[in-house]
């Protein structure tokens, strides 16, 4: 089905002038700046940050780019990848008119968001196996449906969606696809950033807070056609990623080895864990992961969670999501913190 950027785009985003910062304005080499209103005798930190960042973050696109093999043209960074999917839903989504699919149970900024917009949400839950509704997706579809949020690996299920269902999906919606691959390091499956020259309305969302340890920085990417990167860039606040997240962004994204090791590890620590959860009495099901996190079912979740958080570990309780019942969705820690989870999990008794 041929996408056409223009059907779905609100008409006051397509007429908006963006805000043009006096970064956007004035990019060449000079020795005195005077045109931002910083304050040009210094920061009082170590570093220097008296100055506005880069707006369009290009240094960290140009490795981003190189590590992905995307043009930074086609990539956009928001605060964290929360922000990118609030500015879709901006963008593409007229509030009390438009409306989103979600396929609970899935990551909940989707639906937060588009309740923040007053966008509708269509929920399609997945299958019992964890899986795409091609029908109930197909069903759902409205000629006022923006976007369709697909999540793989998903949150919390951490199963990976059969591929050739998100492709069914980009093949024949109208609007865009988002495909969240917020753990896609940890997955047994190939990233769809390779498809984007395929869909034009493929979005893939990735993040630096997962894999890449930093988290505290906010940094997500949104890999993109160059039409959709632009609409985001014309929406996001002039500087959404501050001077120390892009420094700091540089720095990590240097580190490959590094990360790398650590994703070894974490697989290597996801199958051990999972083994020694499958062996506990309370134990009734542990799913297949392909996240740095295993979702498990038990017959008593809410007195694990509050026997553990009397102990000082902390779990996330998920027993009250759609298809979650008796579940329990663990992050993958170090060797050390696995032990002592299994090792206090061992003592507890109904
Ligand atoms: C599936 C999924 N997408 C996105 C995010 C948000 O990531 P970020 O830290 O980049 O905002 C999370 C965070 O837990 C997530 O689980």
């Known amino acids: 089905m041929q996408f056409?950027?223009?059907e779905i785009l609100r008409d006051?985003?397509?007429?908006?002038?963006?805000?043009?910062?006096?970064?956007?304005?004035?990019?060449?080499?000079?020795?005195?700046f005077l045109d931002?209103?910083?304050?040009?005798?210094?920061?009082?930190?170590?570093?220097?940050?008296?100055?506005?960042?880069?707006?369009?973050?290009?240094?960290?696109?140009?490795?981003?780019?190189?590590?992905?093999?995307?043009?930074?043209q086609n990539i956009f960074?928001?605060?964290?990848?929360d922000e990118a999917i609030d500015i879709l839903i901006r963008a593409f989504c007229r509030p009390g008119i438009d409306n989103i699919i979600v396929l609970p149970p899935t990551y909940g900024m989707y639906s937060v968001s588009a309740g923040i917009n007053?966008?509708?949400?269509?929920?399609?839950?997945?299958?019992?196996?964890?899986?795409?509704?091609?029908?109930?997706?197909?069903?759902?579809?409205?000629?006022?449906?923006?976007?369709?949020?697909?999540?793989?690996p998903n949150n919390p299920t951490a199963n990976s969606i059969i591929r050739e269902d998100i492709e069914t999906v980009l093949a024949n919606f109208r609007g865009i696809v988002v495909v969240d691959e917020a753990y896609i390091n940890y997955s047994?499956?190939?990233?769809?950033?390779?498809?984007?020259?395929?869909?034009?309305?493929?979005?893939?969302?990735q993040t630096l807070s997962k894999a890449w340890g930093l988290a505290g920085l906010r940094v997500g990417m949104a890999f993109a056609s160059q039409d959709v990167i632009e609409v985001l860039n014309k929406i996001k606040p002039p500087y959404n990623i501050n001077e120390a997240s892009q420094q700091l962004a540089l720095q990590g994204l240097a580190n490959i080895?590094?990360?790398?090791?650590?994703?070894?590890?974490?697989?290597q620590e996801r199958e051990q864990l999972a083994a020694a959860l499958e062996a506990l009495p309370f134990v009734q099901q542990v799913y297949p992961s392909d996240a740095n996190f295993i979702l498990v079912r038990t017959t008593a979740p809410r007195d694990i969670y509050s026997y553990l958080v009397n102990k000082g570990i902390i779990v996330r309780d998920r027993s009250s999501v759609i298809l979650c019942d008796g579940c329990l969705r663990i992050t993958v820690g170090t060797a050390e913190e696995n032990l002592q989870l299994v090792a206090t999990l061992k003592s507890f008794t109904i």
């Open 12 to 32: 006051n985003i397509k007429k908006l002038k963006p805000y043009s910062s006096a970064r956007d304005e004035f990019q060449g080499e000079a020795s005195i």
């Open 118 to 152: 007053d966008v509708a949400i269509k929920e399609v839950p997945l299958t019992a196996a964890y899986q795409l509704d091609l029908e109930g997706i197909a069903e759902a579809i409205d000629p006022n449906t923006r976007l369709i949020f697909v999540c793989s």
């Open 4 to 6: 056409d950027i223009n």
């Open 36 to 72: 931002a209103n910083e304050n040009n005798f210094g920061s009082p930190t170590d570093s220097l940050y008296n100055r506005y960042p880069d707006p369009q973050q290009w240094v960290v696109k140009k490795r981003i780019s190189e590590i992905k093999g995307v043009p930074p």
């Open 188 to 205: 047994r499956q190939k990233s769809f950033i390779q498809e984007l020259t395929e869909y034009s309305n493929l979005v893939v969302l």
């Open 257 to 267: 080895d590094k990360v790398n090791n650590w994703i070894r590890e974490t697989i």
């Open 77 to 81: 960074l928001g605060n964290g990848s």
